[in-house]
């Protein structure tokens, strides 16, 4: 049998169960509603939620923009001599950040399968708080680098955690969409740190009387929104249906979903949904079961987890998707330019104290601006397109900005409007970048692995993210210094193999439910896979009638579902 036929057997038991309504997939889709921004106001709650859990990305965007500003203030410099400035250890006390969100990214999916995503996302914030004490108080070095690295495990946490708990409670048709909230709320983070850095500069003057407010202030701010965000995941953040079904609390779960979709328990499109996830989780449960029988504790199932996304061919295809992906994203050296913009500036020809400074502020407010419309389109349009033109557009800019700094490298100053078309394209490469892979990045790890495994691969992917970051952060200065306007033909490179690979070999996921994917990477073909299939859509199907099930083969999620509470 293949794979496709299971899903359509699933799926017609599912809608004969739910409600002996007719529904196919379409109808499905159409029955969660409209997609972009009107879908979000209409869902209001999946909305509010995930523009609150966004306050994560908020902090992310902080985190990475507010150092660069803290580095060149004087009272900074003169209390941190080998830190500010030109110091010498400049370089790894802004990259020990990036490091600690790497080892942050891959501790979270044990902590979000055990403790559930909203609570991995609580002890983000915890570590968060604390980095950003140690950070907002230090009297020395090695506080501020130890502060640095625990915010980092901390930011490493919650920029896997929060898209994934996204992710999960969103429906099909709103996943993009409500995604892509966290890179609105990066950027945003990003230019309000940038701002801010700007105006509390001001604190006692510039010069020699500097207030040491004017560095300890934005350090310390964010503890409010990192606060706001941990007393949230308590009082205000609901489960994610899809961890409590993985945990064995399925009446949890249809609770949480029916509020979630604002609609009845018992309404077709819950019942749909919840017996789809239901499906989805038994599979995976009885996979490892039957697959491995000898794991039985949970750190055995997870290695089993680990070692299945590395051998099963259909897993290791979305691993490496959802991991070169981010490192894609790293590699169209959007951080090369977030990091380093003011000294990119100058060396173009923008001369004046501000006039750099300024010009890296409108690269804040064109990378919050053009994520706005990306909310809109990319359930609409869906993430191939949105990915290839906006690969497009970045080749363009950073094969422009290359050119003319190769021609005009040696006489900016006497071609001043050469300097302004070469800013021009940074501005037009940050608005593409915003809202494709910028976006992109973030949704489609979340979409594409079955739940058993989407942690750890999320864990990975989003640390290949942090990694490469890293990676840029450290070799962006050196290339401008060696290569100079080689370094945009480098990013160039990178753009084009972005828009080549998304257009011969990445699948379209919009629109597709979670528990469907499988369909795209040949997850659910094979005679085994058949049969277990069909024996878990024969439990549901008897289940919700309420029908006692005899069958030798309703033992197994029986087992599971007893197995499953017991490791919780
Ligand atoms: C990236 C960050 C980057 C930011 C810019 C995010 O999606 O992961 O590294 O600084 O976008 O907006």
């Known amino acids: 049998m293949s794979g496709e036929k299971i899903d359509q057997m699933i799926r017609s ?48 965007g902080y985190d990475q923009g507010v150092i660069s500003g803290v580095l060149v203030m004087r009272d900074f410099e003169t209390r941190f001599p080998r830190i500010g400035g030109n110091g010498d250890l400049q370089g790894w006390v802004v990259s020990i950040m990036q ?33 950003s004490v140690l950070q907002a108080g230090a009297l020395d070095n090695s506080m501020l680098f130890v502060g640095r690295f625990i915010g980092g495990i901390g930011l490493g946490q919650i920029s896997m955690g929060v898209p994934l708990w996204i992710g999960e409670i969103a429906p099909p048709n709103l996943r993009g969409s409500a995604v892509t909230l966290q890179q609105f709320a990066i950027a945003s983070g990003i230019m309000i740190s940038f701002w801010l850095d700007y105006a509390t500069q001001y604190i006692g003057g510039i010069g020699e009387g500097q207030s040491q407010l004017a560095w300890r202030l934005p350090f310390s701010l964010r503890v409010v929104p990192a606060a706001t965000l941990l007393i949230g995941c ?42 789809q996830i239901k499906a989805g989780a038994r599979f995976d449960a009885l996979t490892i079961k039957e697959k491995f029988p000898n794991a039985k504790t949970p ?17 290791s295809k979305r691993l490496f998707v959802a991991c070169f992906l981010q490192f894609l994203q790293q590699f169209t050296g959007v951080n090369a330019i977030i990091y380093y913009a003011p000294k990119m500036f100058k060396s173009i020809g923008l001369s004046g104290n501000s006039i750099p400074l300024l010009a890296t502020g409108v690269v804040g407010i064109i990378n919050v601006v053009a994520t706005i419309p990306a909310i809109g389109i990319v359930d609409n349009f869906g993430r191939r397109g949105v990915l290839m033109v906006g690969a497009v557009f970045m080749s363009l800019s950073h094969f422009i900005i290359a050119t003319l700094y190769a021609i005009y490298e040696n006489s900016w100053a006497e071609n001043l409007s050469a300097g302004w078309a070469a800013a021009s394209f940074v501005w037009f490469f940050v608005f593409h970048f915003a809202y494709s892979v910028g976006c992109i990045s973030w949704i489609y790890p979340t979409e594409i692995f079955p739940l058993g495994v989407r942690a750890q691969a999320m864990g990975i992917a989003i640390s290949v993210n942090w990694i490469s970051n890293f990676v840029i952060g450290l070799i962006t200065p050196i290339m401008l210094t060696q290569i100079r306007f080689g370094t945009f033909y480098f990013f160039f490179a990178f753009t084009m193999i972005l828009f080549l690979w998304v257009m011969f070999f990445l699948p379209e996921t919009k629109g597709i439910p979670m528990e469907e994917m499988d369909k ?9 896979t058949a049969e277990r299939m069909a024996r878990i859509q024969n439990e549901l199907q008897c289940e919700s009638r309420n029908i006692p099930i005899y069958s030798k083969t309703s033992s197994y999620s029986d087992e599971v579902d007893i197995e499953l509470q017991e490791q919780y």
């Open 234 to 275: 308590f009082v205000y953040l609901p489960f994610s249906p899809r961890w409590l079904v993985k945990v064995g609390r399925e009446h949890e779960a249809l609770a949480v979903l029916s509020r979630l979709r604002k609609l009845p328990e018992n309404h077709p499109v819950v019942q749909a949904e919840i017996t």
């Open 99 to 131: 490091l600690g969100a790497f080892i942050g990214a891959l501790i979270n999916s044990p902590l979000a399968d055990r403790l559930s995503r909203r609570y991995s996302i609580a002890v983000a914030c915890v570590a968060f708080l604390i980095g």
């Open 299 to 315: 750190a055995q199932i997870a290695y089993q987890q680990y070692k299945e996304l590395f051998t099963q061919r259909h897993l």
């Open 520 to 528: 795209l990477w040949g997850g659910n073909e094979g005679k085994e």
């Open 13 to 60: 038991s599912v809608m004969e169960d739910a409600s002996s309504l007719e529904m196919d997939s379409a109808d499905m889709d159409s029955a969660h509603g409209p997609s972009g921004y009107r879908g979000l106001f209409k869902c209001s709650n999946i909305f509010l939620y995930s523009l609150f859990a966004s306050l994560g990305g908020f902090l992310f």
